[in-house]
T-cell receptor
């Protein structure tokens, strides 16, 4: 079974600064997806960024980028130029490729990000 | 932009009562899921559904739970006899093809009293 570990329950960053959220995972599969989701106080799950395991290039989405290290099974999220609206819980998630079934996502425990003005 | 819609947004029910949570996935999607998030905890997979049958279910998804796609558009999660520990946020998700990310609904907060 896959596991996802987020070792930082809480992080804080000054507005306009950069912060990195850590995520490691364990799997025996070679094909999979990795995601970062943002969950604001409304508790809606908002997809921030995705990475396919077969792609060596790190995904980037505006101020959000990842550092994907497949061999180390590490998938960190970097938020540049942090804004007050970035404050939320962030979940790292692993998704199976679903060759024989519909696939499913496994989530980490989450990291609460506080942005200080 | 199409989105997954869940109703109601918040439901309060008495312990022992049956509850049905409703979801309308994005129209051309083929794979459907329910996840649960107990307050302050991680999001947990409950069940996946494809081609009108359960594809996979977790150990949480016991005989008290069932899913149905009654009319080709709605996707429901039924809890037959709710327990206090069923209080959680329930997320529906769907995706169009097998190997794509799932799109999440806004969630239904279930409170069992």
């Amino acid at each position: 079974a896959q596991t996802v570990t987020q070792s930082q329950p809480e992080m804080s960053v000054q507005e306009a600064e950069t912060v990195t959220l850590s995520c490691t995972y364990d799997t025996s599969e070679s094909d999979y997806y990795l995601f970062w989701y943002k969950q604001p106080p409304s508790r809606q799950m908002i997809l921030v960024i995705r990475q396919e395991a077969y792609k060596q290039q790190n995904a980037t989405e505006n101020r959000f980028s990842v550092n994907f290290q497949k061999a180390a099974k590490s998938f960190s999220l970097k938020i540049s130029d942090s804004q007050l609206g970035d404050a939320a819980m962030y979940f790292c998630a692993y998704r199976t490729y679903g060759y024989t079934n519909a696939g499913k996502s496994t989530f980490g425990d989450g990291t609460t990000l506080t942005v200080k003005p | 932009e199409p989105e997954v819609t869940q109703t109601p947004s918040h439901q309060v029910t008495q312990m022992g009562q049956e509850v049905i949570l409703r979801c309308v996935p994005i129209s051309n999607h083929l794979y459907f899921y329910w996840y649960r998030q107990i307050l302050g905890q991680k999001v947990e997979f409950l069940v996946s559904f494809y081609n009108n049958e359960i594809s996979e279910k977790s150990e949480i998804f016991d005989d008290q739970f069932s899913v149905e796609r009654p009319d080709g558009s709605n996707f429901t999660l039924k809890i037959r006899s709710t327990k206090l520990e069923d209080s959680a946020m329930y997320f529906c998700a769907s995706n169009p093809r097998q190997n794509t990310e799932a799109f999440f609904g806004q969630g239904t907060r279930l409170t069992v009293v």
